[in-house]
């Protein structure tokens, strides 16, 4: 049974269609159909309905599916252990942050690239938030506090950042001095997240309340420099706007506890030598001094 099938098939199951799969593997539609037929035809059974809408798994889909993806999965680390020592080959998949992954991820990646000339490293630069396994991912580079998931994360670095005004909003509504404080100020976030704060050994929790929000750390940093309110930012993404004084730090008496850098994946007893790899590169260039520049 041909693997390149196997695999093609896994990724239409998870895509939900021929189409967003062959964007995935990067060939044609056609080749996708192609092999999908060859597959079913090998099996005797139809794995797919397909229908206007995508392809939406038989019963017997739903059931191969998961015995294809655990195939495809030892197959890969076979190749592995086989390939010359320090090489590399394959697609490595990769999600990334806009805010934070152009600026430091992409000349990191770049090098990796350069390093290993049979990878190929796709990666998709977006602030939403990715879901490894229905999207394909091998990994995903996350910056900040992590939420409690399942999937398997690497710290690689720290993140340093602070809470922010700008001296129009301190003017117009004051600088609060401690967490409690900000419960009467406008926070700029991305969500509904909590935020923490050093008081000593103690770590206090806020849970912030304001009327803009997006999900791009750029976009809040601009909104905190138009003197909308107070946010929590990476010292990367604020830098220029303290050097030039559109934006001051504030309640630096209560400093936030470091972020991290992190590497996650979806969960499997072993990560594949493609993602050790690039967890190492990330640990090698993510030095605390850099990050916090």
């Known amino acids: ?24 593997l990067g060939v044609s539609k056609s080749i996708v159909s192609r092999q999908l037929a060859r597959l079913e035809a090998a099996l005797g ?10 392809a939406a798994l038989t019963e017997a889909g739903a059931t191969f599916r998961d015995h294809a993806a655990r195939a495809c999965a030892e197959i890969d680390i076979a190749r592995e252990t086989i390939l010359p020592a320090g090489e590399l080959r394959g697609r490595l998949r990769i999600a990334a942050p806009l805010s934070f992954g152009p600026t430091h991820l992409a000349p990191v990646l770049a090098k990796m690239a350069l390093r290993y000339p049979q990878l190929h490293i796709h990666t998709a ?3 939403r938030f990715v879901d490894l396994i229905a999207e394909g991912f091998d990994c995903a580079i996350r910056v900040g506090y992590l939420q409690d998931s399942n999937l398997i994360a690497r710290c690689v670095g720290p993140l340093h950042g602070r809470l922010v005004a700008s001296p129009d909003y301190i003017e117009a509504h004051g600088c609060p001095e401690t967490p409690a404080d900000l419960a009467g100020h406008e926070a700029l976030m991305q969500g509904t997240e909590a935020w923490q704060f050093m008081n000593g050994d103690e770590t206090i929790t806020v849970h912030p309340r304001g009327r803009f929000k997006a999900d791009n750390a750029m976009a809040l940093a601009a909104a905190a420099a138009a003197g909308l309110g107070i946010a ?3 010292d990367g993404i604020i830098k220029d706007y303290l050097a030039s004084g559109a934006l001051i730090p504030v309640m630096t008496r209560y400093p936030p506890p470091p972020a991290g850098i992190y590497v996650v994946r979806p969960p499997g007893l072993h990560a594949s030598y493609k993602v050790r790899v690039l967890t190492e590169v990330l640990i090698d260039c993510f030095e605390p001094a850099q990050v916090a520049d």
Do not use: C, H, K
């Open 125 to 127: 630069y977006s602030d």
């Open 45 to 54: 059974v139809q794995l797919l309905a397909r229908n206007t809408r995508g």
């Open 232 to 234: 929590w930012l990476p």
């Open 1 to 24: 049974m041909d693997i390149e099938a196997l695999r093609t098939f896994v990724e239409v199951a998870d895509a939900g269609g021929v189409s967003p799969a062959a964007r995935r």
